[in-house]
């Protein structure tokens, strides 16, 4: 008879009998994360609710995960419980309906027609702080949230959202809020009448009718604009038949939730590095006043020359990626860093943790733009730095992103200066995308 090789598991992080690793988690998610990979190593496991967890953290691990061995993993449990929200779109589906699906959309985002919205992006900025003025305490989420959702709104969809942002920013609000809360890992609360399953509920509802109106608005025009939503109505499958409302639908949430709240965050978190560096501040404003000297808007023309503006995005994005997680799940047994990883192991890549490491960024936790010069992502390893994403499914819409953030960015400072309110400190929290917890108030000075 054959001895069977026992499995070689990682090294599991203490945690109490029964609830495992669960009540570290919430207490401290980042925290426990990070203390993780200093004291287990580059793959540990943990246990959060009920699930056995891998935590990967070397680059070439991720690597390994997202690009080589791809196809033997799929979207995680706990992405899959955004299916309520966001359907079987772009984020969720998997195999061949994911690949029709990406196959769909990719024309929208190819690069003349991202640097097409060049001009709307600038446009919004411009209108968005024409409302400002000196002196003025702002909450800074709030007020790129609401931009950004008009910017993916007018240049993906070619409509003006309008007083349904004060529909949508609430509504997400809370969506959110839900991914925050313990019981997530147990799936049955979804089909319990707790108060905050129902607000989740009303939530969804609330957004689905923003879209489906979007939907039905372009389906009754004819002759509309030629944009993500226009590829997307008259997209047909090899049987001639097109995508139905809900699938639609699905897609349309996920690209209008992700295509602003993302960019919202990263242009929140920006800011604020800003004001707690006067230092960078006052580089970005010799920037834009050598590439703007006659104080005009930016244009499309001027992305090559923003070359700093274009690292203090970099640098808000590596301390604190919106997109904060992956996960996944091996379809099949494999192996991983010398680990066994059993067919159905649960495997999240913590971007927040992986952008810190001292192996791969010099005193890691210090805002430092200029680590950006001479081509630093270059050097880096690959999933080492890693805000889209990686892989074949790294966020489809990263150039569109990067374009927004830089133009956006630029739009803003070459009028104010952003100042501290609260102090320094800034208490983030990983829900879907890394949030603030609380407002974000800066005070916006007149240059």
Known sequence: MIARRARRLPPSVPGAWLVGNTLQYIRDPLGFLTRASREQGDVARSRLGP??????????????????????????????????????????????????????AQPGFQQGQVQSYAAAMIDLAEREIATWSDGQTLDIHDRMSRLTLGIVSRCLFSTDVGDASETVGPALD????????????????????????????????????????????????EGGPNDLLARLLAAQDDEGMGMTDQQLRDEVVTLFLAGHETTALALTYAFHLLACHPEADA????????????????TLADLPRLTYTEWVVREAMRLYPPAWGIGREALQDDEVGGYDVPKGTQLTITMYVTHRDPRWYEAPDEFRPERWADDFLKKLPRGAYMPFGGGPRICIGNHFAMMEMVLTLATVARRFQMKLVDGPILEVVPSITLRPKGPVRLRAAAR
């Not at 839900?178 to 399953?197: A, G, M, Q």
């Open 51 to 104: 699930y056995d967890e891998y935590l990967i953290f070397h680059p070439d691990l991720i690597e390994y995960v997202l690009r080589v061995h791809q196809e033997n993993y799929i979207k995680d449990r706990l992405t899959q419980m955004l299916r309520p929200l966001v359907g079987n779109g772009l984020l969720t589906s998997e195999g061949a309906f994911w690949r029709r699906q990406r196959k769909l």
């Open 174 to 221: 809370v969506i959110m809020n839900r991914f925050l809360d313990p019981t997530k890992w147990f799936p049955i609360t979804d089909h319990l009448p707790f108060p905050s399953t129902l607000r989740y509920k009303k939530a969804i509802a609330q957004i689905d009718e923003v879209v489906y109106g979007i939907i039905r608005k372009r389906r009754a025009t």
């Open 283 to 298: 580089r970005l404003a010799a920037e834009l006043n050598e590439v703007l000297h006659d104080d005009r808007a930016p």
